[in-house]
C-alpha cells in the first residue's frame, strides 16, 4: 500500500535520475530496469517516489525509441503522481512529457494543441534540462512556420541552459540548427553545427545523438543535392544504426521485467504455499488421530490418485485451449483493432500495396529511416515480424 506523501528528498530524487543516467549513458539499462523496479515493488515506496521511478523508467524507454512502453509508464507515473501532495506539478511534468513524445514521433498538430497548455513558468519546478528539451520544440515548431530567426533565439537560449546544467544533451540542439541554416542557405554553418554536435556527442559517448548527427546531416547532403555525400553518410549512419541495435536492447528489457515478474510471484507462490503446507500438515494430523492403518491410507492414495489424474486432464486442457488461442491470434490480426497512428496506418496501407520504404517515404514526404523506425513501432504492436504478415 503506498501512501501520499514522499520518503525520498527532492536530492534523492536527482540522485535517482543522475544514477539511472549514467547506467543508461553506459547502455546498461537493464540495471536500470533492475533498480527502479526494486524502488516500484517496495510497498513501502511512497506514491510521489513511484511516481518518480516511473518518470525514469519512461525515460529510459523513450531513449531506445520504445514509445509505447515509454507511453505505459508515463501513465504510470500520473496515476502514482496524482495521489501525493505534489498533484499541481505531477500534471505539468507528465504533460510535458507527452508533448515530448508526440514530437518525436512527429505528431506536431498533437504538439501544437498540448503547447498551448504549457507556459514557462510551468518549469519553475522542474529541471533546467527539461526546460532546455522545452525550447528546443518551440525552435522546431518556429521552423515549422518558416519563422527560422526566432527559431534561432529559441535554440540558442537552450544552447546556453544545456551547456551549464546537462551538456551532453547539446547535440540535441545542434541537430536543429542544421535544418534551419539549410533553409537559410547557410550551408557553411549548417556543416559546423553538425561539426560541433558530432564532436560532442562523441566526447560524452552518446551513441543516440551521433546517429541522430548522421541522420540529420545525410538529408542535408540528400536536400541540397549532394548525392556522393548523402550516400556516403548514409552507410556511416546504416553501419551505427546496426551497432546500436535498438530493439535487442529494447527486447532485453522486456526479458528483465519478466524476469522480475516471474521471481515476486515465485515469492508468493512459495509463501502460498508455505501457509498450505501448514494446513495440510494440521488436516493430516486430525486424520491420523481418527483413522488408523491400512483403512486410512487407501482411502488416502485413491484420492490423491483421482486428483492427479483429473489435474493431468485438465492441464491438457488448457494447455489445448491456449495453443488454439495462440493459433487463432495469429492468423486474426487486424491493424484496427491497435492503437495506430495515422502515419502507422498510411504506411501499413503503402506496404499492402507493394511499395518498398523508400516509395513510402517518397509518397508520405518522409525519410527512408523514418519509415523504417515506424515498421518497427507497427512490427511491435501487430506482433508480427516481417511486412509480409501485414
Sequence with gaps: MHNDTGFATDKEHEKLKQEIEVLNDNHQYELSIRK???IITNPN???????NAYIQKYLTYKRLFNYIEALNNLDLALKA???SDKKESVIKRVRIERMFVHF???EFDKVAALLKLISREDFNTINKETEAFYLSVLGTMSNRAKEYYLALQYLDEALIILKEHAPKHLPLIYRKKIEIYRHLNQYDKAIENFEKGLACAREHKMDIYIIAMYNDVAIFYSEIG???SALRTEQILNRLITDYDVTNR??????VERELLKNENKGKEKQNSKIKFIIIGFCILIIIVTFIGYYFYKLNNTGRTKSINEHLYLQNDVENSIQNMDEWNLHNVNSSDYNLTDRQLEIIKL??????????GTALFISENTVKY??????????VIKRSDL
Design 104 to 106: 518525436d514521433l512527429l
Design 374 to 383: 515506424h515498421l518497427k513501432v507497427i512490427y511491435k504492436t501487430l506482433n
Design 36 to 38: 527502479l523496479e526494486e
Design 226 to 228: 549532394d548525392v556522393e
Design 81 to 83: 503522481g496524482i495521489k
Design 45 to 51: 515506496t511512497s506514491n510521489y517516489d513511484l511516481y
Design 351 to 360: 506496404v499492402k500495396e507493394g511499395k518498398t520504404n523508400k516509395e513510402i
Design 250 to 255: 529494447s527486447g532485453k528489457l522486456h526479458m
